[in-house]
């Protein structure tokens, strides 16, 4: 077996709390951060950065904080996600942008919650706003609400059953196009990484597409590792990322304890060859 580089630093740039659909607060989050060996961790919470409203500084409990969000985009009718990295937090263009998202999510729920309580959900709206506590409001809040009024199993049961690909839940207007949500993250002085890109399930071809695309669209790099992942889809990634000149990013994707495949700080390991995001910050 190689021997581990001496004092190799993990990097999590990709988590959420509860400002999003995450299950910890952003302190806990760090805490946990901390305990798994975390040296820097980006809170990329969905279309919102209230996470780093508890924060005066970057380097929080020995955990060096990146400024982070993941925005929801649409890429020729699909939602894609891109993570914006080092964006300034500070910056009231993105703030207004991040500002007409919750809006797009607070409609396309009231549009979700309609289909539900067409279904018979009823309160739908009020049970999902009760999980998300407050405006940010995503089909996992929905999820919940399904398992407490007990129509579904649990929330892997209520994307199948509601809220997945191609279900009732899954609206798929109102995001902007990816190559505005690159352009806010780029105008906030940040990074676009291109999120999990085999959560898509496209084609080798359209996932060719879609990295061509960001390129374009002034994306840097992408997901080579989002979790634990197997061997066969980290080497297909890193072809693509070094294919077509794209750092390399990984993250856990976490968003609550127990899901063992995207504990912080627990991902695959990068492959040594790649050029890290970091390494251009
Ligand atoms: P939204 O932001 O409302 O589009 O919801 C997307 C979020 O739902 C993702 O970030 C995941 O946290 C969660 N999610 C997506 N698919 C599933 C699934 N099949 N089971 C459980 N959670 C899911
Ligand atoms: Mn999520
Ligand atoms: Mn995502
Ligand atoms: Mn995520």
Redesign the pocket.
């Known amino acids: 077996m190689a021997p581990e580089k001496p004092n190799e630093m993990i990097f999590d740039l990709h988590s959420?709390t509860t400002a999003?659909?995450g299950e910890l607060t952003p302190l806990a989050l760090i805490s946990r951060a901390r305990e798994n060996g975390v040296a820097c961790l980006a809170i990329t919470d969905?279309?919102t950065i209230d996470a780093y409203g508890e924060f005066d500084c970057d380097l929080i409990d020995g955990v060096m904080l990146c400024p982070g969000v993941?925005l929801?985009a649409n890429w020729h009718g699909r939602?894609v996600?891109v993570v914006g990295l080092r964006i300034r937090l500070e910056s009231s263009s993105l703030l207004k942008e991040l500002e007409a998202q919750q809006n797009s999510?607070v409609e396309?729920?009231e549009q979700i919650a309609g289909r539900l309580e067409k279904k018979g959900f009823d309160h739908a709206m009020e049970g999902a706003r009760a999980f998300a506590g407050g405006d940010n409001?995503?089909?996992?809040?929905?999820?919940k609400f399904l398992v407490s009024i007990a129509a579904v199993r649990d929330?892997?049961q209520?994307?199948?059953r509601y809220?997945?690909r191609g279900k009732i839940g899954d609206i798929q207007r109102g995001w902007p196009p990816v190559a505005s949500v690159t352009s806010w993250i780029r105008d906030a002085g940040g990074m676009a990484v291109l999120a999990h890109p085999a959560?898509y399930r496209l084609t080798n071809t359209k996932l060719g597409v879609l990295a061509d695309e960001f390129v374009e669209a002034g994306g840097t790099a992408m997901e080579v590792v989002s979790g634990k992942q197997s061997p066969e889809l980290t080497r297909k990634l890193a072809e693509l990322a070094a294919e077509k000149g794209l750092l390399a990013s990984t993250g856990s994707?976490f968003?609550r304890p127990g899901a063992a495949w995207s504990e912080l700080g627990r991902q695959t390991a990068l492959p040594s060859h790649l050029k890290p995001v970091w390494d251009a910050w």
């Open positions: 959420h999003s659909d969905h279309d993941e929801s939602s996600h999510r396309r729920a409001i995503g089909r996992p809040h929905f999820a929330e892997r209520a994307f199948k809220l997945g959560h994707d968003h």
